[in-house]
């Protein structure tokens, strides 16, 4: 069985070939931390990649940080060797890009319990967070998330995506202002994934903002996420986290009104009342439901 553990809103990528920017991850605010080996490292420095990564992930843990390596996809024909070097006590799980079908979920699933085994970790203990970014990967998502026990968070990845298909990204704030609903191309398999996670149970986290200076952008494309059901975001500076959380955490405003949404509801069904109000809004079963995911999402039980 996996870990108990709750959800991430923010995960942050550290480029798996720089030391010194994993020593640096150590003081970071943020918890939860993605030591990257794929997309972040040249070809020719994956092996030492791979060194450094496990070194640094115990003393990463020992400073109360979750961890998610990302390893090179299965197709790579590096996946088991990275596997094998980061599976431990002091990780989650794993990240993995280009999952694509629900046999190479079952593939990694075999290469993770022997990693584990190898290890002195309790199979079933390491956590998977796949990568839908491909055509065949949206088309598969429902499938993917339900394969796995190890599978509670999904990520679309819009860059691979856009190769995958063929199509240009041009992420400016004319396309994701207020006035626009993000970019068209990626405007079905970005909600596609979220609600493909959402039936299966997964945690859906959005792909990362590419302009990591671009702090309205972010707050923007962030917003836009989370109305299409994601709960979190990938972040790929340390100075996008902030925005991020701000973004997916209930504010208090609406941790305020969610309680008053369910002490309403319960002192009508008390009453035996079959219509309640609240400032003039019908409370019915979604409102009720909406408000009980708030409580949820700001880790508050009812």
Request: some cysteine; aromatic content about 4%.
């Amino acid at each position: 069985m996996t870990a108990v553990i709750s959800n991430p809103r923010t995960l942050l990528f550290v480029p798996g070939n720089q030391p010194k920017m994993l020593l640096k991850a150590v003081g970071f605010e943020t918890i939860w931390l993605i030591p990257d080996l794929e997309d972040s490292v040249p070809a020719a420095e994956k092996e030492s990649a791979r060194e450094i990564v496990a070194e640094y992930i115990p003393k990463l843990a020992a400073v109360g940080k979750l961890l998610a390596p990302r390893v090179n996809s299965m197709s790579s024909g590096l996946a088991e060797a990275d596997i094998n070097a980061v599976v431990s006590n002091d990780i989650i799980g794993i990240s993995i890009g280009k999952i694509g079908n629900i046999e190479e979920v079952a593939a990694l699933e075999k290469i993770v319990a022997t990693a584990e085994k190898r290890a002195g970790v309790e199979v079933g203990r390491t956590a998977i967070l796949p990568w839908l970014e491909t055509a065949e990967a949206v088309i598969n998502a429902y499938q993917i998330c339900k394969s796995s026990d190890r599978i509670r968070w999904a990520a679309f990845g819009a860059e691979d995506f856009s190769a995958d298909m063929g199509i240009s990204r041009t992420v400016d704030e004319t396309e994701i202002d207020s006035s626009t609903v993000g970019e068209p191309g990626l405007a079905y398999p970005r909600s596609a994934v979220a609600i493909a996670a959402r039936a299966a149970g997964v945690h859906a986290l959005d792909t990362p903002f590419t302009k990591f200076r671009d702090t309205d952008g972010l707050r923007a494309d962030a917003q836009l996420a989370k109305s299409i059901g994601y709960k979190g975001k990938l972040a790929i500076h340390p100075a996008q986290v902030e925005v991020i959380e701000s973004v997916f955490k209930p504010t208090a405003a609406e941790i305020q009104r969610a309680k008053q949404v369910l002490e309403i509801a319960a002192e009508g069904e008390a009453e035996g009342r079959g219509s309640i109000s609240l400032d003039g809004e019908m409370i019915d079963m979604p409102v009720i439901l909406r408000a009980r995911n708030v409580l949820r999402d700001a880790g508050i039980s009812e």
